[in-house]
């Protein structure tokens, strides 16, 4: 069956600095791959999903990659903010398409310090 | 704000009581889902509805008894419930399975 993982559990970076986030899978060839933001005690929110096809998606200091050959995605936030502060899940479709649910990864927990 | 509503955003209950939580939707979405978060764990699946038939129930006890009257509410009975169940519920809704979810806000649950 298809397996997600985010590498890290916790990643902590300086203000200003750029935090890159991984997300591998494996066993599948997914058409697409989506990121969401979840902050403490409340519901992930959907940021951005890349297509096969794209090598790139960019929104506003958002920046997702998706390497099809390595089966990874990256997940980038230039001149990061305390704000920025949560944890980042990917989420893929699963195996099959349509006829399942999307599959959550366990998670990033971003901290950027001041 | 997402479109998904969820009451009551908290809930304290004993072990012998009966509550319900409720999610509604307003996004004209056709499957609903219900998960559980334990604190610092990652999301897991209970429930899933499409077209207000339950497609999926991942093993999750006769405790929890969900309930999808049409493809806009969705309800999660429970009862009798134990204190390792003390956790943020969450809904969401997607326009059709493995598409984008849009979740609720919650329900911190905490079972004496």
């Known amino acids: 069956s298809q397996k997600i993982e985010q590498n890290s559990e916790a990643l902590n970076i300086q203000e200003g600095k750029t935090a890159t986030l991984t997300c591998n899978y494996t066993n599948y060839s997914p058409a697409y791959l989506q990121w969401y933001r979840q902050d403490p005690g409340r519901g992930p929110v959907f940021l951005l999903l890349?297509?096969?096809?794209?090598k790139e998606k960019r929104k506003e200091r958002l920046k997702v990659t998706f390497d099809t050959t390595l089966k990874q995605s990256l997940f980038h936030i230039t001149a990061s903010q305390p704000a920025d502060s949560a944890t980042y899940l990917c989420a893929l479709p699963p195996y099959g398409g349509s006829q399942g649910n999307l599959i959550f990864g366990k998670g990033t927990k971003l901290s950027v310090k001041p | 704000e997402t479109g998904v509503t969820q009451t009551p955003r908290h809930l304290v209950m004993g072990m012998t009581n009966k509550k319900s939580l409720k999610c509604e939707q307003h996004?004209?979405?056709?499957?609903m889902y219900w998960y559980k978060q334990s604190a610092k764990k990652p999301l897991e699946l209970m429930f899933v509805?499409?077209?207000?038939?339950?497609?999926e129930n991942n093993s999750v006890p006769s405790r929890f008894s969900p309930e999808c009257p049409n493809s806009s509410h969705l309800f999660l009975h429970l009862h009798t419930l134990q204190p390792e169940d003390s956790a943020l519920y969450l809904c969401?809704?997607?326009?059709?399975?493995?598409?984008?979810?849009?979740f609720g806000p919650g329900t911190r649950l905490t079972v004496l």
């Open positions: 509805y499409n077209f207000k038939e339950q497609t």
């Open positions: 969401a809704s997607s326009q059709d399975r493995a598409d984008t979810q849009y």
């Open positions: 996004l004209g979405h056709n499957a």
């Open positions: 890349i297509r096969e096809n794209e």
